[in-house]
Nanobody, 127 residues
């Protein structure tokens, strides 16, 4: 089991930017594909972005394409989600997920494919 710690959430206004971070203290996770999922009240969870183990492949949900960017720094065991042009509908708890993979280019497109999750960080966008 990989312990993941998210940070960077907060209260912002529509149109603002925010960067989330996900770290695995004491763990080297360059063998893990990573993803960011969000859960808003009354809505199903949504995988908004994913990145392969080697960082060469990324995936974005249609709802965030062009506004969010996922990246990773394996030397720092950290994954980032840069969020720009935030909208009220982006308000949710954002969770970082990880899954071990043997292939550097494997990417997981669904939240149920991840088997390690952090506690989440709240993002609130005021309209």
């Amino acid at each position: 089991q990989v312990q993941l710690v998210e940070s960077g959430g907060g209260l912002v206004q529509a149109g603002d930017s925010l960067r989330l971070s996900c770290a695995a203290p004491g763990r080297t996770w360059d063998r893990y594909a990573m993803g960011w999922c969000r859960q808003a009240p009354g809505k199903d969870s949504e995988l908004v972005a994913a990145i392969s183990q080697n960082g060469e492949r990324t995936y974005y949900a249609d709802s965030v394409t062009g506004r969010f960017t996922i990246s990773r720094d394996n030397a720092k065991d950290t994954v980032y989600l840069q969020m720009s042009s935030l909208k009220h509908e982006d308000t949710a708890v954002y969770y970082c997920g990880a899954r071990f993979t043997y292939s550097g280019s494997t990417i997981w497109h669904a939240s149920e494919q991840y088997d390690n999750w952090g506690q989440g960080t709240q993002v609130t966008v005021s309209s």
